[in-house]
T-cell receptor
């Protein structure tokens, strides 16, 4: 098991609510990622960070935002949730300074927006 | 568009049979990785093969890489019901400074 944690594991909320999905890792990895994945489907990279105060948008346009104030913490925020945001959100991290960036994944947060 | 494309999309086999999944990609790569995902969980890294390698083994897993055809295969020998999962290939470019690009996955069902 990788030392990367996501909370909550499941979240059901109403439209218009602001939510923050938490992701923390204790491996000291500089690189962290957020993916969106519908059940049984491909992963879409929505945000990534290569270190503190560094964030980039991924391939999939997303209405979410991220922050990286501490190395171990990479929260994702939805300012106003909509039913189209219903999905599974996976956080991952990888080590810097290596040529091959094997990623370690958290267990995911399954979000349902009513 | 996605770099990796797995084939088949879904595979159903009997316990004890071998399972082969294929992955094709479009651009030059530094390495190719295979991940496994149990239903409702995160992905777990299985094996990595570098662009200058042609074959790699890890337990019941065998990975091949053909850079001329831009393709890779994952073979699981003597499959077990516990191997039931989705399997994704992911490609890494240059020195690892760009995120991995994941394929669409193959859903493997191993029937006891």
């Amino acid at each position: 098991e990788a030392d990367i944690y996501q909370t909550p594991r499941y979240l059901v909320i109403g439209t218009g609510k602001k939510i923050t999905l938490e992701c923390s890792q204790t491996m000291g990895h500089d690189k962290m990622y957020w993916y969106q994945q519908d059940p049984g489907m491909e992963l879409h990279l929505i945000h990534y960070s290569y270190g503190v105060n560094s964030t980039e948008k991924g391939d999939l346009s997303s209405e979410s935002t991220v922050s990286r104030i501490r190395t171990e913490h990479f929260p994702l925020t939805l300012e106003s949730a909509r039913p189209s945001h219903t999905s599974q959100y996976l956080c991952a991290s990888s080590e810097s300074g290596r040529s091959y960036n094997e990623q370690f994944f958290g267990p995911g947060t399954r979000l349902t927006v009513l | 568009s996605q770099q990796g494309e797995e084939d088949p999309q879904a595979l159903s086999i009997q316990e004890g049979e071998n399972a082969t999944m294929n992955c094709s990609y479009k651009t030059s790569i530094n390495n190719l990785q295979w991940y496994r995902q149990n239903s409702g969980r995160g992905l777990v890294h299985l094996i990595l093969i570098r662009s200058n390698e042609r074959e790699k083994h890890s337990g019941r897993l065998r990975v091949t890489l053909d850079t001329s055809k831009k393709s890779s295969s994952l073979l699981i020998t003597a499959s077990r019901a516990a191997d039931t999962a989705s399997y994704f290939c992911a490609t890494g470019r240059n020195s690892g400074n760009t995120p991995l690009v994941f394929g669409k996955g193959t859903r493997l069902s191993v029937i006891a």
